[in-house]
DNA sequence: CCTACTTGTTTTTTT
DNA sequence: AACAAGTAGG
C-alpha cells in the first residue's frame, strides 16, 4: 500500500489474523493505523460488519468511522453526521460497516437486546448516572442511619465504583473487610446493589459487569458473537479495566484476532480501576502475539519532545520518542501574579497567535480540575474571544433538563424510583417530606417499587389532604405520559413538560433565569424532534425486524446517559478549546497552553495513594504531548479557591524540565517558598479598573443598533453572562455580552429615571 | 404538615 | 450553581 505508511505502521496495518499489540507513542499514527487496518482488512475481503473496534471516547469511534468510511469510499449514510447528538451510525444497524463503538455504549446495545435473560433485569432497564447513583447512596444510608459526615456519598460512590471494577462482588467485599468503616461500606455496597437490581437499574460499572455475566452465563450469546465478530480491535488499552478486558477476551477466545493498541505511558485512568498491567495479562492469554511499536512522533517538535521524554517512563521502561520534525520554538513555563493574570496572559497568548494567521480552533488551554476554567472564560468573554468548553457542566446536566427527562424516565419504567423521586413534588404538589417517607413505606411494605406502587388504586391509602390530591395528581401526569410513550419522541417532552406544568413551576422559582431555563427546554425539545427524524430515516434504510431495535425514547435517554462529549467538531470550530487534561488525552493542537503547573494541582493534592504521584507525571505527559508547535505552561504565585487566596508553589514536575532547551519566565522576586504568605496585590496592576468591563447596574452602555441605555441587571458568568438593559425608547432587552455589540459610555447629561 | 427562605458545602480526573 | 439541612411561618 502506498499509504505513506512507515515500516512499523506497515507492520500494524498489513497484520490480520491473530492476536496482535500496538505499542503507539504519542503523535506515532496510531489512528491513522488503525483506520489503515480496518480498510486493509475490509479490501482484503473481510466482512466489514465483522470488525468490532472499541474506543474511548464517542467522540473517538464516530472520527474513526469517518475516517475510515473516507478510506473506503463509502459515502456517510445520512445528512445528520455532522451535527454532533448523532453520529452516523445511530443504530448500528448498516451492514456494510465496521461496527465502532465505547465499551460502555457496545455493552448498553448488547444488554437491550438480551438483560431479560439476566434476572431480574429487564430488557427497558434504566442507566443510572452519578447523579443517580449518589440518590440511591444517599437512600441507602438514610436508610442505615449513616451520617453524611463519616461517610461522604461521594466517596462512598467510588468506593463502591472501585469495587466493582475490580470485580469485587458485596459479598467478597464484606469477607475483605478490616475495619468497621469498611463492613459498613460492603453493608452499603450490598444494599446498593439490591436498591438497583430492585428498580431495573444498571449503573456505568454494571453494564460492563452484565456483560461479562451475559457472556458467561449464556454460551449461545457469547457463540454468536464470536461468530459475528471475528476481528476485534481495542483502542486505549492501558485505560481499560478488568472487567473491559474480560469482555476483550472473551469476544476473542475462539478466533484470537484480537489487536489491541495504546501506550503505559499515557495510562492516566487507574483511578477507574484501569490498568497497563492489561498488556501482561494479554501477553499471557494470547501468547502467539505479535508486538509493533510505532516510536516516530509526526506531531510535535524536537522542544516538545525534549520536554515529553523528561516527564515519560516513570515507571514502564524508557522509550525514547524521535521525530524529524523541525526545531521549533522554546517551549515556554511563565510565572503570573495570579489566576487572573494567567487568564489575561493566556489570552494575549491567542490574541497574538490569532494575528500571526493561527486559527482559534487550533489552539487549545488545557488544565487538572474543570474549576480552573471559570477565571479563563471570563477573560475570553470580556475580550470577545470565542472559545468551548470541552466537558464540564454539560446541557443534559441542567436541573431543569433533567427534571423533565425524569418525567419520561418514570413514565417509561414503572422500577425507575430515583426518577420518580426527582419530580414526585417537583412542581411543588403538597407532597413534602413525611407524607413521601409514608408512601415510600407503603410501597415497600407491599413489595413494590414506588413507580409500581404508585400506579395502583391503594397508593394513596392512610394518606389525606394536599398530599393525597398531589399523589393523585402525579399518577395523572404519569399515566399521561405512558399513553404517548409509543407516539413521536418530540410530542413526549413537549408532552412532559406541559402535564407536569413545569413552565408556571419555573416562572415563580426562579425568577431571574426562568427564560434562559425556559430556552433550555425548547432545545431538549428540538434535541427530541432531532432525534426522532434521524431515527425514523436510519430505520427506513435498514432492514431491521420489528422489535430488534429499540425504541426512540430509550436510544434517546441512552445516548444522553453515555454521550458526555457531544461537542461535535461543527460546534468546535472556530473555537479555543478549553478541557481538563485528562478530556485532551487522543487530541492534537498547534497551539497549546496549560494552566496552573503549580503543586497540588498537578501533581494533585489527592491523586489516588495506590496510583500516586507517577500518574499526574504521565497526565502532564499527555497534556505536553498534545502540542505540535507551541508549548506554553503556566503558574501563578496566589490563586484564589472559594473564599481564600492560597500562596502557591510550582509544580514539582518543573525541577524535571530544567537543563532542557525550556524558556523560564520568572520575574524577579518570584516567589520559591510559602512561608511569606502575606497576599501581595499585584504592585503595577489596578483590578477594578482594568479587569472589569464596567457593566454593572446602573452602568450606561451604547448598543450599535438599539443606542444608549442604563443596566438592570448582571446575569450569570462566562459565555453565559447576560445583563439586562433598559433603552431610552423605553424597551427593555435581555443581551448576551458576549455577542452584543455594546460598549460603555459616561452617563448622560440630562436626567433620566433611575433604573 | 407543607412551603419558602437561609446557610453551608461542595471540586479531581469520566464512561 | 446545585443541593442538602435547618428554620420560621402559614
Not at 491 to 499: H, K, S, T
Not at 582 to 601: D, N, P, Q, S, Y
Not at 687 to 703: C, I, K, N, R, Y
Request: charged fraction near 30%; hydrophobic fraction near 35%.
Amino acid at each position: 500500500m502506498s499509504n505513506g505508511l512507515n515500516p512499523a505502521q506497515e507492520k500494524a496495518v498489513s497484520h490480520h489474523e491473530g492476536p496482535l499489540v500496538v505499542v503507539a507513542g504519542p503523535g506515532s499514527g496510531k489512528t491513522r493505523v488503525m483506520t489503515h487496518r480496518i480498510a486493509s482488512m475490509v479490501r482484503a475481503g473481510i466482512e466489514p460488519s465483522s470488525i468490532l473496534a472499541i474506543t474511548f471516547t464517542n467522540k473517538a469511534a464516530e472520527e474513526m468511522l469517518r475516517r475510515t468510511l473516507e478510506l473506503l469510499a463509502i459515502p456517510e449514510a445520512n445528512d445528520f453526521s455532522g451535527h454532533g447528538f448523532f453520529g452516523s451510525s445511530a443504530l448500528g444497524l448498516e451492514d456494510d460497516r465496521p461496527v465502532l463503538r465505547t465499551f460502555h455504549s457496545f455493552c448498553a446495545r448488547l444488554l437491550r437486546r438480551h438483560a431479560h435473560r439476566l434476572e431480574p433485569y429487564t430488557s427497558s432497564f434504566s442507566i443510572y448516572d452519578s447523579a443517580d447513583q449518589k440518590q440511591v447512596i444517599t437512600e441507602v444510608m438514610k436508610e442505615m442511619k449513616l451520617d453524611r459526615t463519616s461517610f461522604p456519598p461521594r466517596a462512598t460512590q467510588s468506593t463502591i465504583s472501585h469495587w466493582k471494577n475490580q470485580m469485587i462482588s458485596p459479598e467478597l467485599a464484606a469477607e475483605q473487610a478490616g475495619t468497621f468503616k469498611d463492613r459498613e461500606l460492603a453493608k452499603i455496597y450490598a444494599r446498593y446493589q439490591e436498591l438497583l437490581e430492585e428498580q431495573d437499574a444498571a449503573d456505568f460499572d454494571d453494564l460492563l459487569l452484565l456483560v461479562v455475566r451475559l457472556l458467561t452465563e449464556q454460551e449461545d450469546v457469547l457463540l454468536r458473537l464470536q461468530q459475528h465478530f471475528r476481528y476485534v480491535m481495542i483502542d486505549e488499552f492501558q485505560d481499560t479495566n478488568r472487567p473491559q478486558y474480560l469482555i476483550a477476551k472473551l469476544l476473542s477466545g475462539q478466533h484470537r484476532n484480537l489487536c489491541v493498541t495504546g501506550d503505559p505511558d499515557q495510562s492516566i485512568y487507574s483511578w477507574r480501576g484501569a490498568s497497563p498491567d492489561n498488556f501482561l495479562r494479554f501477553r499471557e492469554d494470547f501468547p502467539e502475539h505479535n508486538v509493533v511499536t510505532l516510536e516516530q512522533n509526526y506531531r510535535s517538535t524536537p522542544q516538545i519532545l525534549e520536554v515529553a521524554s523528561r516527564l515519560s517512563g516513570t515507571e514502564f521502561g524508557h522509550r525514547e520518542l524521535f521525530t524529524e520534525n523541525a526545531d521549533g520554538s522554546s517551549v515556554r513555563v511563565q510565572l503570573v501574579h495570579d489566576e487572573r493574570a494567567e487568564a489575561r496572559r493566556i489570552a494575549d497568548h491567542v490574541e497574538d497567535w490569532m494575528a500571526e494567521g493561527v486559527s482559534s480552533d487550533e489552539i487549545a488551554v488545557l488544565y487538572r480540575v474543570n474549576s480552573l476554567s471559570r477565571v479563563i472564560e471570563e477573560e475570553f468573554v470580556r475580550r470577545r474571544l470565542k472559545y468551548a468548553v470541552v466537558g464540564g457542566m454539560s446541557f443534559y446536566e441542567r436541573k431543569e433538563v433533567k427534571d423533565i427527562l425524569a418525567y419520561l424516565r418514570a413514565a417509561r419504567s414503572t422500577r425507575d424510583d430515583v426518577a420518580l423521586q426527582r419530580i414526585v413534588n417537583t412542581p411543588a404538589r403538597g407532597i413534602g417530606k413525611v407524607s413521601l417517607e409514608k408512601f415510600q413505606d407503603d410501597a415497600l411494605a407491599h413489595g413494590r417499587t414506588m413507580g409500581e406502587h404508585l400506579r395502583r388504586s391503594d397508593c394513596t391509602d392512610g394518606i389525606r389532604g394536599k398530599a393525597r390530591k398531589g399523589l393523585e395528581h402525579l399518577r395523572e401526569v404519569i399515566e399521561q405520559l405512558e399513553d404517548r410513550l409509543s407516539g413521536g419522541l418530540a410530542d413526549m417532552v413537549e408532552q412532559a413538560i406541559e402535564a407536569s406544568g413545569y413552565l408556571a413551576h419555573l416562572e415563580k422559582s426562579e425568577p431571574e433565569s426562568w427564560q434562559e431555563r425556559e430556552r433550555n427546554l425548547q432545545e431538549l425539545v428540538a434535541a427530541a424532534a432531532e432525534t426522532e427524524e434521524i431515527l425514523d430515516q436510519a430505520l427506513q434504510q435498514s432492514n431491521a425486524e420489528e422489535g430488534e431495535v429499540p425504541d426512540p425514547l430509550t436510544i434517546f435517554l441512552e445516548r444522553i446517559a453515555l454521550v458526555s462529549d457531544a461537542e461535535s467538531d461543527d460546534q468546535m470550530r472556530g473555537k479555543v478549546s478549553m478541557m481538563t487534561l485528562h478530556a485532551a488525552k487522543g487530541l492534537e493542537f498547534r497551539k497549546v497552553m496549560i494552566a496552573g503547573v503549580e503543586e497540588t494541582l498537578i501533581p494533585h493534592s489527592r491523586h489516588g495513594e495506590i496510583e500516586g504521584i507517577d500518574e499526574e507525571k504521565r497526565l502532564l505527559y499527555v497534556g505536553v504531548t498534545r502540542a505540535m508547535e507551541e508549548l506554553i505552561l503556566t503558574h501563578t504565585s496566589w490563586r484564589r479557591r472559594f473564599q481564600d487566596r492560597e500562596p502557591r508553589l510550582p509544580s514539582s514536575f518543573l525541577a524535571d524540565l530544567e537543563g532542557t532547551s525550556i524558556e523560564f519566565d520568572r520575574k524577579p522576586g518570584a516567589r520559591t517558598s510559602v512561608s511569606e504568605n502575606v497576599w501581595d496585590p499585584e504592585p503595577e496592576y489596578h483590578h477594578d479598573s482594568e479587569e472589569d468591563d464596567g457593566l454593572h447596574p446602573g452602568a450606561w452602555v451604547h448598543h450599535e443598533l438599539l443606542g444608549r441605555g442604563c443596566v438592570n441587571a448582571v446575569q450569570g458568568y462566562g459565555a453565559a453572562r447576560r445583563i439586562t438593559v433598559r433603552f431610552e425608547n423605553g424597551d427593555e432587552r435581555q443581551l448576551v455580552v458576549a455577542y452584543a455589540p455594546l460598549s460603555v459610555i459616561s452617563p448622560p447629561d440630562e436626567e433620566w429615571e433611575a433604573c
